[in-house]
């Protein structure tokens, strides 16, 4: 089992000196980096709760409706869609890896994401300049996968690239398809 000093210390490694640190994880065995995920992910999701209730109490004027078991439902959504899209991603980044030459494993892969994704979860959470660690988390999963994998920098580049532009495309597509067939849906009759 994994203990908190392994942890502090490979997100330590992770913040100061990235490629040494995915350099020695290659050998990292599966229980570490399910416990390393689980503390981040919890970490994460417990901050995203506590940002989305004091917002939704800015908003309502200090009154928040979710009230407790509003804030545990947001946990545990937070904590589920979480785990579901990150092992999504991983299984959609492993295909693109692989396709570019990463014949290391599924394993490696996800030790690239999990390792890679410590800013944008610990951090990624803080309003306004969260999108400052979920671009460096997109340059440490390059690092990741290029390490991880022994690929190009290029290679890596591109299969994260890949990974993340066709989903949000697609996302973009539906998107656009519903707005615009949102004005053909006929309104109710207005009776008084």
């Known amino acids: 089992m994994t203990d908190v000093e392994d942890i502090v210390a490979k997100i330590k490694g992770i913040f100061l000196n990235p490629v040494e640190t995915f350099q020695e994880s290659r050998d990292d065995p599966q229980g570490m980096i399910i416990t390393y995920f689980a503390v981040i992910l919890l970490v994460n999701s417990l901050l995203h709760t506590i940002v989305i209730y004091l917002q939704a109490g800015s908003y309502m004027g200090g009154l928040s409706p ?79 996968v290029r390490e991880l994998h022994e690929i190009s920098t290029a290679r890596a580049a591109v299969a994260l690239v890949i990974a993340i532009v066709i989903p949000l495309l697609l996302l973009l597509f539906v998107s656009l398809y519903l707005i615009s067939h949102l004005n053909t849906i006929p309104a109710a009759a207005y009776t008084p």
């Open 66 to 144: 979710t009230g407790p078991g509003g804030v545990f439902f947001i946990f545990v959504f937070a904590v589920l869609s979480s785990l579901v899209m990150s092992a999504l991603f991983v299984l959609w980044l492993h295909l693109w890896v692989y396709i570019l030459g990463g014949r290391k494993g599924l394993i490696q892969t996800a030790k690239a994401f999990v390792y890679g994704a410590t800013p944008e979860f610990l951090l990624g959470w803080i309003p306004y300049i969260g999108i400052i660690f979920l671009i460096w988390s997109f340059l440490l999963g390059v690092l990741g």
